[in-house]
């Protein structure tokens, strides 16, 4: 746009400049088509605009992305799973050679949701028949504590 700007500056000098009638044709020719061209691009320009988005599905959306961002990873393209990694971590996930994988940062948003959780981080104390088996499994040794031996 500036380019076609500047052109239509010089044209428009030089035909203040020249007196002869062919240049004067030749300059005014150059002119109209330049004003075409830029008419052109401003049209493309006020078509190109984002029309704003509606906050209500905006909000939604970064309600439902902070719910369930697996929902996003699993049903985006490459260019969605990449955002999707930004958003939820904060920096690359840590690889110590011998112990493997270390805890990720996630990002603000996700630390608070983490923070809400009531229970701490702690695991689930079991119940049940499976846990029996378990713990039973577990106390399998020949301490003194346990009440088989």
């Not at 049209?43 to 988005?53: A, D, G, I, M």
Request: glycine residues 6%.
């Amino acid at each position: 746009m500036k380019r076609v700007q500047a052109s239509i500056s010089k044209a428009a000098d030089r035909l203040t400049e020249t007196d002869s009638t062919a240049a004067v044709r030749a300059l005014e020719a150059k002119l109209d088509e330049l004003e075409a061209e830029q008419a052109t691009i401003q049209e493309q320009l006020s078509k190109s605009k984002p029309k704003p988005r509606d906050f209500d599905a905006t909000f939604r959306t970064a309600l439902g992305f902070l719910a369930s961002p697996w929902k996003y990873w699993d049903k985006g393209d490459q260019h969605d799973r990449q955002a999707v990694l930004k958003l939820v971590f904060a920096a690359p996930t840590p690889y110590a050679r011998d112990r493997g994988f270390r805890t990720a940062k996630t990002t603000l948003p996700f630390k608070a949701l983490g923070d809400l959780d009531g229970d701490g981080g702690q695991m689930a104390e079991g119940t049940g028949l499976a846990s029996n088996l378990l713990q039973l499994r577990l106390h399998e040794c020949k301490c003194r504590e346990c009440p088989d031996h």
